[in-house]
Every structure is written in C-alpha cells, then in structure tokens.
Nanobody, 116 residues
Framework: QVQLVESGGGSVQSGGSLRLSCAAS????????MAWYRQAPGKQREWVTG???????NYAYSVQGRFTISRDNAKNLLYLQMNSLKPEDTGVYYC??????????WGQGTQVTVSS
C-alpha cells in the first residue's frame, strides 16, 4: 500500500546542485528505513545513501562530502541534496523504503543529467 514518488530531477552543469524529494504515502513513514539508489546509463543500479528511522545517515564513498540525505517525518518526505555534481552522477535516481523490516517499496525514479 505504500507508494513512493520522486521529484526534483533535471539537467545541470558540472559543479551545480540539485535537490531531490521523495514523497511517501502511509502513516508509518517515521519507522521506515529509507535510501536512494541510482542507475547510470549502461550500468547496474547502485546504492547511494541511506538513512535510518532515527535519522542516522550513511553514504557511498563516491558521494560522501557532496550529497546529504535527510528526512522530514512530519511531512512523509525524504530528501537528497546533491552538490558539486559531476558527469558521473548522471542517472536515474530511485527512492527506496523498508517497512517493518519486511516490505520493500520503490519509487519510479527521476532523471538527473550532469553535463561537463
């Protein structure tokens, strides 16, 4: 029953910034572990960053220091602030949530394109 909808993707030049959002349905969002994944053209989907239900973040080394994950439990929203973007950050970004440690939900994805 949980639905995730990403937004905020677009095109930006190298060094620019974008802020992605993921809106979640349901009334138990505060208990979900959330994460962002991305899939670059011709490559497999990879984990980018995650945040626990209590707000503890972790990051892939490739984005550490440039990306920041956060959540607003009162609004059922997950965010990804992306700074100092590089062409290799290009791809479709997906929001993922885990409910009760059992159910996994994926958004439809939002395109991020970084030009050199």
């Amino acid at each position: 029953q949980v639905q995730l909808v990403e937004s905020g993707g677009g095109s930006v030049q190298s060094g620019g910034s974008l802020r992605l959002s993921c809106a979640a349905s349901g009334d138990d969002f505060s208990s979900y572990n959330m994460a962002w994944y991305r899939q670059a053209p011709g490559k497999q989907r990879e984990w980018v960053t995650g945040i626990t239900s209590d707000g503890t973040p972790n990051y892939a080394y490739s984005v550490q220091g440039r990306f920041t994950i956060s959540r607003d439990n009162a609004k059922n929203l997950l965010y990804l602030q992306m700074n100092s973007l590089k062409p290799e950050d290009t791809g479709v970004y997906y929001c993922r949530g885990v409910s009760r440690g059992i159910w996994v939900y994926w958004g439809q994805g939002t395109q991020v394109t970084v030009s050199s």
